[in-house]
Nanobody, 125 residues
Framework: VQLQASGGGLVQAGGSLGLSCAVS????????MGWFRQAPGKEREFVAAINWSGMRTNYGDSVKGRFTIARDNAKNTVYLQTNNLKPEDTAVYYC???????????????????WGQGTQVTVSS
């Protein structure tokens, strides 16, 4: 499985960015897709997750109400719409894929089997 994240950039506080993650390879083995982020000097943090049917989503507390995760099966793509961005949202954003069902490890880095290369999001104040 290969993941290719895109859509990052520089935006002013209050602005929006749409991130995409294209999935290729053995996509039938993927049950959950997630987004994580890592700021300089900090640990990688859970942002959002969605199961392969799209019927279940979860968000990290710091992004609830501002970010939305979605997926398009026909395009094998997962999206993260980020709205009302804040300077503290500045980080490298990673998409990840999990070949096991939704469980407690959905919120943990260690629960994911495949990772994309990351895309930088910078929010200026």
């Amino acid at each position: 499985v290969q993941l290719q994240a895109s859509g990052g950039g520089l935006v002013q506080a209050g602005g929006s960015l749409g991130l995409s993650c294209a999935v290729s390879g053995r996509t039938f083995s993927i049950l959950v897709m997630g987004w994580f982020r890592q700021a300089p000097g900090k640990e990688r943090e859970f942002v959002a997750a969605i199961n392969w049917s799209g019927m279940r989503t979860n968000y990290g507390d710091s992004v609830k109400g501002r970010f939305t995760i979605a997926r398009d099966n026909a395009k094998n793509t997962v999206y993260l719409q980020t709205n009302n961005l804040k300077p503290e949202d500045t980080a490298v954003y990673y998409c990840a894929a999990k070949s096991s069902p939704y469980d407690i490890n959905t919120y943990n880095v260690a629960g994911y089997d495949y990772w994309g290369q990351g895309t930088q999001v910078t929010v200026s104040s």
